[in-house]
T-cell receptor, first 115, second 113 residues
Framework: DVKVTQSSRYLVKRTGEKVFLECVQDMDHENMFWYRQDPGLGLRLIYFSYDVKMKEKGDIPEGYSVSREKKERFSLILESASTNQTSMYLC??????????????FGQGTRLTVV | KNEVEQSPQNLTAQEGEFITINCSYSVGISALHWLQQHPGGGIVSLFMLSSGKKKHGRLIATINIQEKHSSLHITASHPRDSAVYICAALNPYSGGGADGLTFGKGTHLIIQP
């Protein structure tokens, strides 16, 4: 069974803390994505990576950074957490080898609360 | 940038009813995903389709490429089908980076016993 695993289901952090959200996939996928999901706004892309050490900004990168040191792991970093970063965070991965049939697989989500 | 619209936003139905959720998008795509998100957050991919129709159990997904429209149908709906259903357009590779998905805002479905 293929898996995208996020390190935490629920996190509570204080304003100003540095927060790491980890995502690991076991499908040898090149592409990995971080999204946040908010009521009324749907899923919005924060960052994506199409190879080790490569990263691209998505639609809402401000306040976030990412790290892709190994193919299977994609980390989202909140350098100084703020209350407006309270959200559900979802990681996904996909393989671009067959672009007409590129299926995306999602992690179970991390619900982050910043207090 | 692709605009993906879903309707309805919220849908409450009785067990056994036939359910239709619609998705339209503004520009051409490689494929379209239908995703299911249960309370608690995890997302499961139900279908990925680029033409025609796919069926899995009581779920059917159709897509009309010319009309830029897709539908997800649930036959003989059951309370366990209660979830948020999200369509996502897979954008063609632009050459500037990895493939990306544009998501609809989701349809919150409740099936009452």
């Amino acid at each position: 069974d293929v898996k995208v695993t996020q390190s935490s289901r629920y996190l509570v952090k204080r304003t100003g803390e540095k927060v790491f959200l980890e995502c690991v996939q076991d499908m040898d996928h090149e592409n990995m994505f971080w999204y946040r999901q908010d009521p009324g706004l749907g899923l919005r892309l924060i960052y994506f990576s199409y190879d080790v050490k490569m990263k691209e900004k998505g639609d809402i990168p401000e306040g976030y950074s990412v790290s892709r040191e190994k193919k299977e792991r994609f980390s989202l970093i909140l350098e100084s957490a703020s209350t407006n970063q309270t959200s559900m965070y979802l990681c996904a991965s996909s393989s671009p080898t067959d672009r007409m049939n590129t299926e995306a697989f999602f992690g179970q989500g991390t619900r982050l609360t910043v207090v | 940038k692709n605009e993906v619209e879903q309707s309805p936003q919220n849908l409450t139905a009785q067990e056994g009813e036939f359910i239709t959720i619609n998705c339209s998008y503004s520009v051409g795509i490689s494929a379209l995903h239908w995703l299911q998100q249960h309370p608690g957050g995890g997302i499961v991919s139900l279908f990925m389709l680029s033409s025609g129709k796919k069926k899995h159990g009581r779920l059917i997904a159709t897509i009309n490429i010319q009309e830029k429209h897709s539908s997800l149908h649930i036959t003989a709906s059951h309370p366990r089908d209660s979830a948020v259903y999200i369509c996502a357009a897979l954008n063609p590779y632009s050459g500037g980076g990895a493939d990306g998905l544009t998501f609809g805002k989701g349809t919150h479905l409740i099936i009452q016993p």
